[in-house]
């Protein structure tokens, strides 16, 4: 069966909603699932009213129709909606604004009637849009208990029977409830796409507090690796070239994730950068942090940050340092030596305690010796049965390696794809490696 058959079959009869209840339910079938096939493939509102409203005039004819809208109005104002050349979704303040009348009345009626004896007073707003009708029928459209949107079909002759009035405001509502799904969904996107779009600002703002080039000290081979698990995260690196040709080298990861983190990263690394004291030892920098951190930012909100700053003096290989609560640093030998980790001067996360001193401590190295410091996201990446990497394979990596820093950053995350299945991570994930020689 298709849309012109039932068209005409409808147009010789006074109550052509009933010719459709006497076709074969076959022909009914085939008619109702392409029409419910058509509208689902609709990705907007404009486009599925559209193709509703097609299959309705073949099942329900009329000669006139118009939609109306009271939402976000009071008595007695109204909108029409179906204007040509109009989205009344993307354009509502360019719909016409009624106030009063017939249409009004029916509106705010929430009532579904049908009307055999149309008249409409010449002074009416609604005569510009039931001009030469006789008989109507209006269903209301509700939306959480209220009828905010109407249709009002007209027909020149007397075609309408209460009869099957029923069913269609139960179709139309049906439909309604579709539609305002779609425009829900919509909406969400939209929303979704401006966040995003903000996110990817905050991510590139971000971004921008990390070193934009590693430098280039006699002796060191250095390489830097960043990702977030989200367009912006909470991981932070950073270095700070000191005097005597000394190197300040900073890693720090932010409690929780996403923009909440960044934040308190962004926060964390505009306070490192406003120290002016005396840059050595390197408690004095996490006190300094600690200290502005707790009074002014994480007091109360139960976010904290762990750290790890050293200062490596290339003139002794001696890399003096404090660790608040992060990661002790990974170290492998040049010399064949015992492989192990950098341990010593554990004190509490920054922001958690304002009284908190941190303390210091010193590591030797050694030509050929390699320092690993990372994020949790490196080893609690999350494999089968929500097994973490760990240290263990991390320390095999880098016990395995015999090659440049950048490698071993690349070899690492290789072995941390694999062991996640490729999965995105779920948590910021910050490399740095450092060879001496």
């Known amino acids: 069966m ?9 147009r010789t009869e006074d109550k052509p909603f009933s010719q459709w209840f006497h076709l074969p339910w076959q022909e009914r079938s085939a008619f109702v699932h392409e029409m419910v096939r058509e509208i689902s493939i609709q990705n907007s509102p404009l486009e599925m009213a559209n193709a509703y409203i097609a299959r309705m005039r073949v099942i329900w004819p009329s000669h006139q129709r118009v939609s109306l809208s009271r939402r976000g109005l009071d008595y007695p104002y109204f909108r029409i909606t179906n204007v040509l050349d ?9 719909l016409p604004l009624l106030k009063g009348g017939f249409l009004a009345d029916l509106i705010y009626g929430e009532q579904a009637i049908i ?14 849009y039931l001009h030469g009708m006789k008989s109507i029928v209006a269903l209301p459209l509700f939306d959480q208990g209220k009828a905010l949107n109407m249709v009002v079909l007209a027909r020149t002759d007397q075609g309408f029977s209460e009869t099957y009035l029923p069913e269609h405001l139960w179709l139309s509502n049906l439909f309604g409830r579709a539609m305002a799904n779609l425009v829900l969904k919509e909406e969400l996107r939209e929303a979704y796409d401006r966040v995003d779009n903000e996110l990817k600002v905050v991510a590139d703002i971000q ?6 080039e590693l430098p280039k000290i006699a002796g060191l081979d250095i390489a830097a690796y960043y990702q977030t698990a989200k367009n912006a995260g909470g991981d ?7 005097p005597d040709g000394k190197l300040g080298i900073l890693i720090a990861d932010v409690s929780g994730h996403g923009t909440p983190a960044a934040v308190v990263m962004a926060v964390t690394h505009s306070i490192a950068h406003t120290h002016n004291g005396d840059p050595d030892p390197p408690s004095k920098l996490l006190n300094f942090i600690n200290h502005h951190l707790s009074a ?6 139960g976010t904290f940050v762990t750290a790890f700053y050293g200062i490596y003096d290339p003139a002794t290989r001696e890399l003096r340092f404090a660790n608040a609560g992060h990661n002790p640093p990974r170290l492998k030998r040049g010399t064949g030596g015992p492989n192990g980790i950098v341990e010593g001067a554990a004190n509490l996360p920054l922001g ?5 001193v941190y303390i210091d401590d010193v590591q030797t190295l050694t030509p050929g010796d390699i320092l690993v410091l990372y994020t949790d996201g490196i080893t609690e990446a999350r494999g089968i049965d929500n097994e973490l990497f760990g240290t263990d394979r991390l320390d095999e990596v880098i016990n395995q390696s015999e090659h440049s820093s950048q490698e071993l950053i ?14 995105p991570p779920n948590d910021d994930r910050t490399m740095l490696v450092i060879q001496v020689s």
Do not use: C, M
């Not at 109009?86 to 360019?94: F, H, M, S, T, V």
């Not at 971004?207 to 934009?212: A, C, N, Q, Y």
């Not at 932070?236 to 000191?242: G, M």
């Open 2 to 10: 298709n849309v012109s058959q039932v068209h005409d079959v409808d």
């Open 86 to 94: 109009l989205d009344p979704w993307k354009q509502r303040d360019q």
């Open 115 to 128: 009307d055999q004896n149309l008249h409409i007073a010449d002074d009416d707003p609604a005569k510009t």
């Open 207 to 212: 971004r921008s507090l990390l070193p934009t």
């Open 236 to 242: 932070y690196y950073d270095f700070f070239e000191l």
């Open 296 to 301: 002014r930012y994480t007091n109360g909100t």
């Open 352 to 356: 958690i305690d304002p009284d908190e």
């Open 410 to 423: 690349d070899e690492t995350l290789i072995r941390v794809e694999r062991f996640s299945l490729h999965q």
